[in-house]
T-cell receptor, first 111, second 117 residues
Framework: QKEVEQDPGPLSVPEGAIVSLNCTYSNSAFQYFMWYRQYSRKGPELLMYTYSSGNKEDGRFTAQVDKSSKYISLFIRDSQPSDSATYLCATLGGSNYKLTFGKGTLLTVNP | SAVISQKPSRDICQRGTSLTIQCQVDSQVTMMFWYRQQPGQSLTLIATANQGSEATYESGFVIDKFPISRPNLTFSTLTVSNMSPEDSSIYLC??????????????FGPGTRLTVL
C-alpha cells in the first residue's frame, strides 16, 4: 500500500461548482498535511496546510483532516477557471522531514 | 519565501548522454531536494543535498546515475547520467524553510522537462 493515495482524476466541473479533492494516507506518524497546487509547466506551490486533525479555511478553500480515518480533503467553493491545475496532497511528520506526495488530481473548471 | 530558478527549463537528449540541471536559490538554505515527476506518478524524492556533505539518496536512486553537487548554500546541480527514455521526466529542485509552528514548507523551482530519445 502506498503511503499516500490520491485519485488522479481528471476532474472536470463547471464554473461555480463545489470541488472536493481527497487523499488517504497510511502512516499514523504524519502530523502535517498539505495541499500543493501546480499549474501547467510550473513547480508546485503550497496552497494550504493543516496540523493534526481539523479544518482550516482560506477564502474559497477549506482543508480538512480526519486522522481517525486517515483522510485528507480539500474543498473549493465557487470554483473558477483560474483554479484549473493539478492539486497534490502531501504529508510530513514523525522523525521524517521528507514530504510524501499523492499522485495529484488534474482539475479543470470550465467557464 | 524562496525564489528558485532552474536551468535548462527543458531539453531533448539522446540516449546514452548526460545532462546537468542547475538550481539557484535567492537565499541561503541548508537543505535542497531533487525530485522527479513522471507522468501519472507521485512527485518522487531522488536525494537530499546538504552543503559540505555527500547527498543522501532515496531507495531506487544511486549516485552513479544521479550525481549531485552542492558547492554552496544557494546552488546545486543534478546530473542525469547515461540517459535512457525511461529518464524522460520533469526534474524539480526544492528548498525547505521552517515554519514557526514547527513544520516545514518546501518551495519548488519551475522544473526541467527532460525528453530522452
Amino acid at each position: 500500500q502506498k503511503e499516500v493515495e490520491q485519485d488522479p482524476g481528471p476532474l472536470s466541473v463547471p464554473e461555480g461548482a463545489i470541488v472536493s479533492l481527497n487523499c488517504t494516507y497510511s502512516n499514523s506518524a504524519f502530523q502535517y498535511f498539505m495541499w500543493y497546487r501546480q499549474y501547467s509547466r510550473k513547480g508546485p506551490e503550497l496552497l494550504m496546510y493543516t496540523y493534526s486533525s481539523g479544518n482550516k479555511e482560506d477564502g474559497r478553500f477549506t482543508a480538512q483532516v480526519d486522522k481517525s480515518s486517515k483522510y485528507i480533503s480539500l474543498f473549493i467553493r465557487d470554483s473558477q477557471p483560474s483554479d484549473s491545475a493539478t492539486y497534490l496532497c502531501a504529508t510530513l511528520g514523525g522523525s521524517n522531514y521528507k514530504l510524501t506526495f499523492g499522485k495529484g488530481t488534474l482539475l479543470t473548471v470550465n467557464p | 519565501s524562496a525564489v528558485i530558478s532552474q536551468k535548462p527549463s527543458r531539453d531533448i537528449c539522446q540516449r546514452g548522454t548526460s545532462l546537468t540541471i542547475q538550481c539557484q536559490v535567492d537565499s541561503q538554505v541548508t537543505m535542497m531536494f531533487w525530485y522527479r515527476q513522471q507522468p501519472g506518478q507521485s512527485l518522487t524524492l531522488i536525494a537530499t543535498a546538504n552543503q559540505g556533505s555527500e547527498a543522501t539518496y532515496e531507495s531506487g536512486f544511486v549516485i552513479d546515475k544521479f550525481p549531485i553537487s552542492r558547492p554552496n548554500l544557494t546552488f546545486s546541480t543534478l546530473t542525469v547520467s547515461n540517459m535512457s527514455p525511461e529518464d524522460s521526466s520533469i526534474y524539480l529542485c526544492s528548498v525547505d524553510l521552517a515554519w514557526t509552528e514547527g513544520g516545514n514548507e518546501q518551495f519548488f523551482g519551475p522544473g526541467t522537462r527532460l525528453t530522452v530519445l
